[in-house]
């Protein structure tokens, strides 16, 4: 995720959002935020899409989008809690140590450079016990077909098609690398019936900032 330009891809990328709204996406970005309350960072917010479905207890929204056109849309869709829609990278996000209560990601750390930057600044964002929010297109949960299809196409031209996207991350393993406990976690393929992509692999959950920046078990509470 770097701040650039790419009209035609962020073109692509909000008409292919609204679809997958439409087919089933919108209930898990709700499920996503549900519950949250206070100052929520949002990282990588795209077109604005997670925006109308934050509760009325969230007291303010800071969302980083690197990409310009996207950011335009960011800020035309930030018409329900207060949102403030900000330039900025996942590897160096706005704000100081603790300040946020929660922060949110859907999906967007299959495309940043490094996960494990990103999960430190928003593991350094986040106050003592503030909870990050995922919903995130992930690695395979078994080893077979769909791994091997998914190391294909991430070493070929699925990530400069994109926008950067890797199909292939564990990104549940990086989360409780990065110094997070994770409390909640459900896997499911996306879309539920039909053709399955390499992107089809999906995890929902929440976790929450530890005191140290170890790595933790994985919860399935």
């Known amino acids: 995720m770097t701040v650039r330009s790419r009209p035609l891809f962020a073109r692509l990328y909000r008409r292919a959002s609204e679809v997958m709204d439409e087919h089933g996406v919108a209930e898990h970005r709700r ?7 206070g100052r929520v960072i949002e990282v ?16 303010e929204v800071v969302a980083v989008e690197p990409e310009r056109h996207l950011r335009a849309a960011a800020v035309d869709a930030a018409t329900s809690v207060p949102v403030t829609v900000v330039e900025g990278l996942a590897e160096a ?3 100081g140590d603790g300040e946020f209560d929660a922060a949110v990601t859907a999906l967007v750390l ?6 494990d ?3 430190a600044e928003i593991r350094r964002v986040l106050r003592p016990g503030g909870e990050l929010r995922f919903f995130e297109h992930v690695m395979a949960p078994s ?8 190391r294909i196409v991430d070493a070929t031209l699925w990530p400069p098609l994109m926008g950067g996207c890797h199909t292939g991350r564990d990104t549940a393993a990086a989360i409780a690398r990065a110094g997070f406990t994770i409390e909640a976690i459900s896997r499911f393929t996306f879309p539920a019936t039909g053709p399955v992509g390499p992107a089809g692999p999906h995890i929902l959950g929440r976790a ?6 170890e790595a933790h078990p994985v919860r399935t509470a």
């Not at 929450?208 to 920046?213: C, D, E, G, N, Y």
């Open 93 to 95: 996000l706005p704000g």
């Open 44 to 59: 990588g917010a795209g077109n604005g899409r997670m925006f109308a479905h934050y509760p009325a207890t969230v007291t």
């Open 31 to 37: 499920a996503a935020v549900a519950g949250l309350s």
């Open 117 to 119: 930057a990103a999960l």
């Open 110 to 115: 299959c495309s940043v450079p490094s996960q």
């Open 208 to 213: 929450v900032r530890s005191a140290l920046p």
């Open 143 to 150: 080893p077979g077909a769909m791994r091997r299809v998914q």
